[in-house]
C-alpha cells in the first residue's frame, strides 16, 4: 500500500524544515521551449501586440460529470454560483474548514452536468476527494470525475485537449483573420463555439497582463491544425510565441498571485484527517517546496485567507460551503493587502554586484523570474525593521523596466509610495535545495505600488479585476 500524505507527514520531525529542503524547484512549463525568441521581446509582445501561450502541458484538467455535479462545486466553493450557465467561466476558490486557501482554478461549465476545472493540483485534488466523501447529510454526491493529468506526470505524452491563449492588443484581429470573419464579441469569461480551419474550438474570454484575449481549446487531435492557423493569422500583428521563461513572468504586471501554500497540512476537523489519510504521499502536497527568506514557527505561518491574496469581494455567503463558518469569524477581522513592490535599481544594481565579487554574494536573480522552489515567500519590513508581511513572486519585467515582487502586507503599512525593505535570500546560507547556492542574506530597499502594476490592467481593463482577479500564469 502506497504511504498516504498523513504517514509522510508524520515522518517528519518538522514540516516547515521538510518543505524548505524538498529537492523540487518551482513549477516546470513542459512541451515548450524557454524561448521562441527571447524572453524580453516575449514580454514587450503581449503589451505591444499579440502573444500566444501554449498552456497544453503543465496544467491539469479534471472532468465531473453528473446530476450533483454543480452541487459539488458549490458546496466546496467560497464564490457564489448564482446566474452561473452553460458556457460560462468563474474562478473556482476552494479553503478548508478552517477557512485557509487551498488554491484557485478556471471552472468550465461545458454542457448541462459536465463541467472541467483547469489549473494547479491542489484544488483539484480537494474535488476528487470530495467527490468520494460523503454530503453533509451522510449520502454520496451523485458524480463521477475523469482527470487528465499534466504532461510530466504522465508517461503517453497526449492530453485529452490543446489548450492556447491568444492575448494583447491584436489579439482580436488575430483571431478575426484565424476564422476568416469577425471574432465574438464576449462578455468577460463566457465562452462560444468557433471554428477554425474547419475545426470546432471553444474560446473563453480572458485576459492577462491587463490585456484582453482569449483562451482557445479543444480535441487533441486539433492541435497542430488550430495552433497552425493561429500562428499564420498573426504574422502580419506581430505574434510571439511565449516559452516557459516569459510565461512565468507574466503574472508580475497583472497582479495574480499563482503560488498560495495549500493549507493541507494541519487541521483537526475529521474532513480534514480524513483528506490526508486519502491523499498520495506523492500528491501536489507532498511534493511541493518552499523558499524564501520567510521561516515561520509551524506551517500555519504559510496561510492565507482569501482576503490575503485579494479574493475577498468573491467571498459569498449565500450558500453552505466547506469553511463557510470560519470565514464568517474572519471577514470583519484584519487581513493582509495585496501590493506590488517595485525594487530600487540601485539597490538591485548593489546585489547584482555580489556576483563579480570574490567574497560573500547575494542569492542569485535570475530572468525574468527569481523563483526557485514552487511557493516562495519572502519576508517584508519597514525602514526601521519591523515585520509587516510576505512577498511571494518576484522577477523582472521588461514592459516597466523593473524588478517587481507581489506581496501581502500589514494594511496599516499600505501607503503608495512608502519605502519598504524586502529581505533576499535565506536564513545561515541557504537550504539543502538544489536550486539555491550558498548565499547571505540581504536587504532590498522597495517602493509600495499598487497592483495590478500595470496601468493598462488598472484602467483599461479594471473591471475584469475586481471581477476575477486571475491571470494566465496557472
Not at 51 to 58: A, D, K, R
Request: glycine share 8%; proline share 5%; with cysteine.
Amino acid at each position: 500500500m502506497s504511504e498516504t500524505l498523513q504517514q509522510k507527514l508524520d515522518a517528519q520531525a518538522n514540516i516547515v524544515d521538510f518543505l524548505r529542503n524538498q529537492q523540487v524547484g518551482p513549477n516546470v512549463y513542459p512541451g515548450v521551449p524557454a524561448e521562441y525568441s527571447n524572453w524580453r521581446n516575449e514580454q514587450r509582445a503581449w503589451a505591444k501586440s499579440a502573444v500566444l501561450f501554449n498552456q497544453s502541458y503543465h496544467m491539469v484538467e479534471l472532468y465531473v460529470r453528473g446530476p450533483e455535479a454543480m452541487a459539488l462545486l458549490e458546496y466546496t466553493a467560497i464564490n457564489s454560483f448564482k446566474n452561473f450557465t452553460v458556457n460560462k467561466a468563474k474562478q473556482y476558490v476552494p479553503v478548508t474548514p478552517d477557512g485557509y486557501v487551498i488554491g484557485d482554478v478556471i471552472l468550465f461549465y461545458l454542457a448541462e452536468e459536465e463541467f472541467s476545472l483547469v489549473g494547479r493540483a491542489p484544488a483539484i485534488e480537494w474535488v476528487e476527494f470530495h467527490a468520494q466523501y460523503p454530503k453533509p447529510d451522510g449520502s454520496k454526491w451523485n458524480v463521477t470525475v475523469e482527470r487528465d493529468e499534466r504532461t510530466a506526470m504522465r508517461t503517453d505524452g497526449v492530453r485529452k485537449n490543446y489548450r492556447f491563449q491568444l492575448q494583447g492588443p491584436n489579439a482580436m484581429k488575430i483571431l478575426s483573420k484565424a476564422m476568416g470573419q469577425d471574432a465574438p464579441d464576449l462578455k468577460f469569461f463566457n465562452m462560444a463555439h468557433i471554428d477554425i480551419s474547419g475545426k470546432d474550438v471553444i474560446a473563453l474570454r480572458h485576459g492577462m497582463a491587463g490585456q484582453p484575449g482569449y483562451e482557445l481549446f479543444g480535441p487533441w487531435a486539433d492541435y497542430a491544425t488550430v495552433h497552425g492557423a493561429l500562428v499564420e493569422a498573426g504574422k502580419e500583428y506581430g505574434l510571439e510565441l511565449v516559452g516557459g521563461r516569459a510565461y512565468s513572468s507574466n503574472t508580475l504586471e497583472s497582479g495574480w498571485l499563482p503560488s498560495p501554500l495549500p493549507a493541507f497540512y494541519t487541521g483537526d476537523s475529521q474532513m480534514m484527517k480524513d483528506f490526508r489519510s486519502w491523499a498520495s504521499g506523492k500528491s501536489y502536497a507532498g511534493m511541493c517546496s518552499i523558499g524564501g527568506s520567510y521561516v515561520p514557527d509551524s506551517i500555519e505561518g504559510y496561510y492565507l485567507t482569501p482576503w490575503d491574496i485579494g479574493y475577498g469581494h468573491i467571498v459569498k455567503f449565500d450558500h453552505d460551503f466547506v469553511g463557510r463558518e470560519a470565514l464568517e469569524k474572519m471577514k470583519d477581522q484584519k487581513h493582509k493587502q495585496k501590493v506590488t513592490l517595485a525594487l530600487d535599481n540601485e539597490d538591485m544594481l548593489r546585489v547584482l554586484s555580489s556576483l563579480f565579487a570574490s567574497g560573500e554574494r547575494a542569492k542569485y536573480f535570475e530572468f525574468p523570474s527569481a523563483v526557485y522552489a514552487m511557493h516562495p515567500f519572502d519576508e517584508v519590513r519597514t525602514v526601521d525593521g519591523k515585520f509587516i508581511g510576505v512577498s511571494t513572486w518576484v522577477g523582472y519585467s521588461s514592459n516597466e523596466g523593473k524588478m517587481l515582487t507581489l506581496a501581502m502586507i500589514d494594511p496599516d503599512e499600505v501607503e503608495m509610495g512608502k519605502e519598504v525593505k524586502l529581505v533576499w535570500g535565506e536564513p545561515n546560507g541557504g537550504t539543502s535545495k538544489p536550486t539555491v547556492e550558498p548565499h547571505v542574506q540581504t536587504e532590498i530597499k522597495a517602493v509600495i505600488s499598487p497592483v495590478p502594476y500595470s496601468n493598462v490592467a488598472r484602467t483599461a481593463y479594471a473591471e475584469s479585476w475586481r471581477t476575477t482577479g486571475v491571470g494566465a500564469n496557472r
